[in-house]
C-alpha cells in the first residue's frame, strides 16, 4: 500500500517526461517536412471522418433517400447513387470498411513477414535456407491474380475476408527486407554481448532485434496498407468482394455497373476514386517521411537540419550537452 | 556461371510448386469442381461431349496421384484441353491470343517507367537540395501510390470521357486488319496511351525512390568528389561516375516490379477493355472457366519466371562479380 503511493508521482513524472519526449520527437519530425504534414493532416481529416461517420453523415448509406443520380447539391452534397443512395454518407462509413480491411491486412502480413524475416535472419543455416526459399517463391507468384481467382472461387466474400486473403499473401517482401536487416544487426555487438550472457534466443528476438527493426516494419506495414487497399477496391470494382456491404470497392463497383461516367453522375465514381487515391498518396508522403528521417544518409535540406536538431535532443537527453 | 545455374534451379522448382498449386485449386474450392465446370454448360452441350470433355481433363477416373501425373504431362505438352467459355477452342490458343497484349502492356511500361523513373531518380539525387531534388520526389509519391484501378479510372474519365482525347476501348481499332501497315501500328499505339500511361504513372515511384536512394549513397564516396575535383561536367559525373554504380540494386527490384506489372496490367485491362489476359482471366472466372483459369495462372507463372530470369541476366552484365 505504502509502496504504491510512494511510487505514484515517480510514475507521473516519468509519464510527463515520456510525453514531452515524445512531443519533442514530433515536432521535430513535421518541423520543416512538408509532404509529412500535408500526409498526416489528410490522414487525420480521412481517420475522423470514418470515426465520426454516423455523426457527419446526413442520411443512412445503406437506403434509398434520393431520386437516382441526383447531382450535388445542398441536400446531397456530393450528389446521389443509380440507386439513390446518399454519396457523401456512403463515403464516410466505406472509409471505415476500407480502411478497416487494408490494416487488418497490413497487420497479419507484417506479422507473418516478422516471423519468417526475423527468425530466418536470426537463425541461419538450414532454418534460413528453407524459409528464405519460402519467401522467395511466393514473391515471384503473381498475387493479385492469384487473389482475384480465390476471391471468385469462395463466391462473393466478405470484407474480412479478402482481409484474410490478402495478409497472407503479401507478406514476402517485407520478411525479405526484414531479413536482410536482421543479418545486418546479427553480429554487431551488442546482440553477441547479449548472447554470451546466456540470454534466451528468444529474448534476444524480441528485446535486442524488434527494437531496432521498427521503423522498416512500421514502413513496410504502411506499404502494404496501400497495397491492400488497392487489392480491395481492385477486388470490389470487379465486383468480387460482397457488393452489399458499403466500401470504396463496392461504391466502384455500383459506379461501374450504373455507368455512372457515361450518363454524366461522375460524382458517384469520381468521389470514392479520389477518396482511394488521397488515402493512398497521404500514405506514401508518411512513409517517405518516415523513410528519410530513419535513415540519416538520405536526409536533404531541411532534413539535414531536422537530424542535427534531432540528434542534439538525443544528446541533451543524454546530458551530453 | 553457377549463379545463373542456381537461378535456374530455382524457377524450375517454383515452376513445379505453381503446377501442384494450381492443381489443387479447383479441388480446393467449395463444391464439386466438375459440377462447377459444367453447371455453365448445362443445357448447352450434350450429355456425351460432356462425358468427352470430362475425360479430357481427367477428372472422372483415376486416383488423386494419377490425376496429379496427368495435369503434369498435359502442362508440359501444353495441351490444356479445350476451353469451356470459349468451346471448342483450345485453352492454349486462347492464352496464346490475348499474352502478346498483356506482355506489351506489362513490360512495355515497366521499361519505360523504368528510364524515366532513372533518370529522375538521379537528377532528384544530384540536385537533392534545390527545387527538383525537394518538390519533385514527393510528388511523385503521392501520385504514384493512388490505387491501380483509381488511375486507370481517372485517366479513363478526363483523356477519354470528358476530353475525347484518345480510345477507351480494345487493343486497336476492330475496322482495321492485324497486320504491318502504318495505319495499324498508329492504332494500337494509339490505344494503348492511356492503360499504358496509367500503369507506367503507378510505377514510376519505385524506380524514382530506388534509383534516387541508392545514389546518394554513392554520392557520398571519395571518387565522386575526386571526378567532381577534377572538374568533370556534372552529366559525365552524374552518369557515368555515380550512375553506373548505383543502379545494381535498381536492377534487384525489378525482378519483384515484373509481377506486380503483370497485376497492374490485369487491373487496368479491364477498365479499358482492352483484350489481354486479365480480360480473359475475368470472363473465365465469371463462367467458372477452370481450364482456362488454370491456364492462365500458368502462363502468369511462367511469365514472371522468365522475366526474373532475364533480370538475373542483366544483373550479371552489369556486376560481372556476381557470377563467380
Known amino acids: 500500500m505504502n509502496n504504491s503511493i510512494a511510487s505514484a508521482p515517480n510514475q507521473q513524472s516519468q509519464f510527463r517526461q515520456t510525453c514531452s519526449t515524445v512531443w519533442m520527437k514530433c515536432k521535430a519530425f513535421f518541423s520543416g517536412n512538408p509532404p509529412a504534414i500535408i500526409g498526416v493532416s489528410l490522414i487525420m481529416v480521412i481517420l475522423l471522418g470514418a470515426l465520426f461517420a454516423p455523426i457527419l453523415s446526413s442520411h443512412n448509406p445503406d437506403k434509398r433517400v434520393a431520386r437516382p443520380h441526383v447531382a450535388p447539391n445542398a441536400e446531397h452534397i456530393l450528389g446521389s447513387t443509380r440507386n439513390g443512395r446518399d454519396v457523401f454518407s456512403q463515403v464516410l ?193 508518411i512513409n517517405m517521411s518516415i523513410d528519410q528521417v530513419s535513415n540519416p544518409k538520405l536526409k536533404t535540406g531541411p532534413h539535414l537540419k531536422l537530424w542535427k536538431k534531432m540528434n542534439h535532443e538525443t544528446e541533451k537527453r543524454r546530458g551530453l550537452v | 556461371m553457377s549463379f545463373l545455374l542456381r537461378r535456374l534451379s530455382f524457377y524450375f522448382t517454383a515452376f513445379l510448386i505453381a503446377i501442384s498449386f494450381n492443381f489443387l485449386l479447383p479441388r480446393m474450392m467449395p463444391g464439386n469442381p466438375i459440377d462447377a465446370l459444367f453447371a455453365a454448360a448445362q443445357g448447352k452441350m450434350d450429355p456425351a461431349q460432356m462425358d468427352a470433355i470430362k475425360e479430357m481433363y481427367g477428372f472422372m477416373d483415376g486416383s488423386f496421384f494419377e490425376q496429379y501425373i496427368a495435369y503434369i504431362q498435359s502442362v508440359f505438352t501444353l495441351d490444356l484441353g479445350p476451353s469451356v467459355l470459349m468451346f471448342p ?70 483523356f477519354g470521357l470528358e476530353l475525347e482525347l484518345l480510345p477507351l476501348a480494345y487493343t486497336y481499332d476492330p475496322s482495321l486488319a492485324p497486320g504491318f501497315s502504318l495505319e495499324f501500328i498508329g492504332s494500337v499505339a494509339k490505344h494503348a496511351i492511356l492503360p499504358m500511361g496509367s500503369m507506367i504513372l503507378v510505377g514510376i515511384a519505385t524506380w524514382v525512390f530506388n534509383m534516387r536512394n541508392a545514389m546518394i549513397n554513392v554520392l557520398g564516396e571519395d571518387y565522386v568528389t575526386m571526378a567532381e575535383a577534377k572538374g568533370l561536367s556534372s552529366y559525365r559525373v552524374m552518369y557515368r561516375y555515380a550512375g553506373r554504380n548505383a543502379i545494381l540494386p535498381v536492377a534487384t527490384a525489378i525482378a519483384m516490379a515484373i509481377g506486380f506489372s503483370f497485376a497492374g496490367s490485369i487491373m487496368t485491362e479491364v477498365v479499358f477493355n482492352y483484350q489481354g489476359l486479365g480480360n480473359i482471366l475475368l470472363k473465365g472466372i465469371m463462367a467458372r472457366d477452370y481450364p482456362l483459369i488454370q491456364a492462365i495462372l500458368l502462363i502468369l507463372v511462367t511469365a514472371v519466371l522468365v522475366a526474373n530470369f532475364i533480370a538475373d541476366l542483366l544483373y550479371v552484365w552489369l556486376d560481372p562479380r556476381i557470377s563467380k
Open chain 1, 93 to 285: 462509413y466505406g472509409a471505415r470498411k476500407t480502411l478497416a480491411v487494408s490494416l487488418f491486412a497490413g497487420i497479419i502480413a507484417m506479422s507473418i513477414a516478422i516471423a519468417v524475416g526475423v527468425t530466418s535472419g536470426y537463425m541461419g543455416g538450414k532454418v534460413d535456407e528453407w524459409m528464405n526459399f519460402a519467401t522467395n517463391v511466393f514473391l515471384v507468384f503473381p498475387q493479385l491474380p492469384l487473389l482475384i481467382v480465390l476471391a471468385a472461387f469462395l463466391g462473393q466474400v466478405g470484407s474480412m475476408v479478402i482481409a484474410v486473403l490478402l495478409g497472407f499473401t503479401s507478406w514476402p517482401w517485407g520478411a525479405r527486407v526484414i531479413r536482410s536487416q536482421t543479418m545486418a544487426i546479427r553480429n554487431k555487438e551488442f546482440i553477441i554481448s547479449a548472447e554470451v550472457m546466456g540470454e534466451s534466443k528468444i529474448r534476444i528476438i524480441l528485446v535486442e532485434i524488434l527494437p531496432n527493426l521498427i521503423s522498416i516494419v512500421f514502413g513496410g506495414f504502411l506499404g502494404t496498407v496501400i497495397y491492400a487497399m488497392g487489392a480491395e477496391a481492385a477486388l470490389g470494382f470487379l465486383g468480387l468482394g460482397d457488393a452489399t456491404e458499403v466500401s470504396w470497392g463496392s461504391m466502384l463497383y455500383w459506379a461501374q455497373v450504373s455507368s455512372s461516367l457515361y450518363t454524366g453522375a461522375w460524382w458517384e465514381m469520381l468521389v470514392p476514386a479520389i477518396a482511394l487515391a488521397l488515402t493512398g498518396g497521404a500514405l506514401a508522403l
Open chain 2, 89 to 158: 477452342i483450345d485453352v492454349t490458343t486462347v492464352v496464346g491470343m490475348s499474352l502478346p497484349w498483356t506482355m506489351f502492356l506489362a513490360l512495355g511500361s515497366l521499361i519505360v517507367a523504368l528510364i524515366i523513373g532513372v533518370s529522375i531518380g538521379t537528377y532528384s539525387a544530384y540536385r537533392r537540395d534545390g527545387f527538383f531534388g525537394q518538390f519533385v520526389p514527393p510528388f511523385l509519391a503521392f501520385l504514384s501510390n493512388f490505387p491501380y484501378i483509381v488511375t486507370a479510372l481517372l485517366l479513363f474519365y478526363f
